[in-house]
């Protein structure tokens, strides 16, 4: 059979944990420096205000729509939408009343092109203090699952599994949201939906290699953790390949053929898999080796003291 990573294979992941600490390290400031100057772009499920999106059966131009808008041209944003023919147009709250924007839109565009020309494929219409609530809501639930994911792992395993595990997971959301900024992808209720799955992806891969680890260091208690997490990686690293690879697979055909509604959550869910993949290794195993290691230095620290 067909073998992408051999049974003996032996890489020194826990050996070059500086490298990946400072590679890490510059994707977090990254993505910290993206969210704090460019700043996220939020989407009307978190901004407030109406979203339409039209597809015109013959292309038009984006100066017509904005015509046709008429008083809330001034207002709006209108914009393509990668396919030919369709369109965004956003509005906020504060352009017209929250229950008839929509239909004054509507009737708009139907007076400039025609009802028949042109197809409504979404209509959203959500209230500033509703996207408010909800934006404090999501941050909450990504917030609160990475919480209670390293909980979990701490009781499944040991204290120092679990903080390496809220520490991965925390450095996958980052990295994830900051390379949503840097590609100019609106936050929305499924950008938080693909974050929660990144959360669930992270801590499952983080699981296995995890119960390898003590597993391995059950069985050979003489052998030191440096060389029983190496060994515990290798040992999964197959695993890890294969279900990393086949996700990455489907992700891909989400973002190439499931059309411009979906882009935003197919690259979080590419960037997510793929970070969330390298943390577990590189990340959260090495930071239990942290913990050995200043456990193993306080007597000889306090010996030097007294």
Known sequence: MLQI???DVNIDFVGNRRYAYAFSGVLTVLGLLAMAIMGPRYGIDFAGGTLLHLRFHQPVEVSAIRNALGDLAGDASVQDFGNKGEYLLRLPESAADL??????????????????????????????????????KALLAVLFSTIMMGSYIAL?????????????????????????VIANYEFDLTIVAALLTI????????????????????????QSL????N???????SRTVLT?????????????????VIHGFAFTLLVGFLIGTYSSIFVASPIVLAFERSRASTPRTQRAAS
């Open 5 to 7: 990573i051999k049974p």
């Open 99 to 136: 229950g008839g924007l929509g239909q004054k839109i509507k009737a708009q565009l139907d007076a400039a092109f025609g009802a028949s020309s042109y197809e409504v494929l979404r209509n959203e219409t959500v209230g500033p203090r509703v996207g408010k609530e909800l934006r404090q």
């Open 156 to 180: 499944r395993f040991e204290i120092r599994f679990g903080v390496g595990a809220a520490v991965a997971l925390l450095h996958d959301v980052i990295v994830a949201a900051g390379a949503l």
């Open 199 to 222: 959360v669930g992806f992270s801590v499952h891969d983080t699981v296995i290699v995890s119960d390898r680890i003590r597993e391995n260091m059950r069985k050979s208690r003489r």
């Open 226 to 229: 440096a060389v029983t997490i």
């Open 231 to 237: 060994q515990s990686i290798n040992e999964t690293l």
């Open 244 to 260: 990393t690879g086949t996700a990455i697979l489907v992700i891909l055909a989400l973002y190439l053929l499931g059309g411009s």
